[in-house]
């Protein structure tokens, strides 16, 4: 069923042939351990938030489900953006079993951005949700803790819209 990716930055290039991949997935972890830098590059100067994960989903499963909780979240609140590091703890970690690593790693397998994932699979984003294999009950519920959070967080909202930024 599953064979490990050798060349991975080979095997997809269509977006929507990584949708045909994940629909295959008969489970979403393997025995191999990936080492990830999750970033948000427009952002990086104004909002740091770099995360490094360690996760067995192979790298393009994994592309897939920041994409699926991107869209997820978009579908709960379209004028929150998410970073990396509001997603990591609560729900990479707690959701998706992926270790959150407290220290940057320079030997990481890939760096995944959430612009460019957007960027890449906004097109195909109803199949992206669609993905059964990323379906978690209790995603909703924690997005929603994240983008209609509280107060502090509409206040926020409004001061960005305000400034011209829409995340």
């Given at each position: 069923?599953?064979?490990?990716?050798?060349?991975?930055?080979?095997?997809?290039?269509?977006?929507?042939?990584?949708?045909?991949?994940?629909?295959?997935?008969?489970?979403?972890?393997?025995?191999?351990?990936?080492?990830?830098?999750?970033?948000?590059?427009?952002?990086?100067?104004?909002?740091?938030?770099?995360?490094?994960?360690?996760?067995?989903?192979?790298?393009?499963?994994?592309?897939?489900?920041?994409?699926?909780?991107?869209?997820?979240?978009?579908?709960?609140?379209?004028?929150?953006?998410?970073?990396?590091?509001?997603?990591?703890?609560?729900?990479?970690?707690?959701?998706?079993?992926?270790?959150?690593?407290?220290?940057?790693?320079?030997?990481?397998?890939?760096?995944?951005?959430?612009?460019?994932?957007?960027?890449?699979?906004?097109?195909?984003?109803?199949?992206?949700?669609?993905?059964?294999?990323?379906?978690?009950?209790?995603?909703?519920?924690?997005?929603?803790?994240?983008?209609?959070?509280?107060?502090?967080?509409?206040q926020t909202l409004e001061m960005n819209a305000r400034k011209g930024f829409i995340l």
């Amino acid at each position: 069923m599953y064979k490990v990716l050798e060349e991975l930055d080979e095997l997809f290039e269509e977006k929507d042939e990584a949708i045909v991949y994940c629909k295959r997935l008969e489970l979403l972890f393997i025995q191999k351990y990936y080492v990830y830098k999750l970033s948000h590059f427009y952002d990086s100067k104004t909002y740091p938030s770099d995360v490094y994960v360690r996760t067995n989903i192979d790298p393009y499963a994994f592309e897939v489900l920041l994409a699926y909780i991107l869209f997820v979240a978009d579908s709960v609140n379209s004028i929150h953006g998410l970073f990396p590091d509001e997603i990591a703890d609560p729900i990479l970690s707690n959701l998706y079993n992926v270790e959150v690593l407290k220290q940057p790693m320079d030997d990481y397998v890939f760096l995944y951005d959430f612009y460019f994932i957007w960027e890449d699979y906004c097109s195909i984003s109803d199949e992206v949700k669609g993905l059964e294999i990323f379906q978690h009950q209790e995603l909703r519920n924690e997005l929603r803790k994240i983008v209609l959070d509280d107060e502090i967080s509409n206040q926020t909202l409004e001061m960005n819209a305000r400034k011209g930024f829409i995340l």
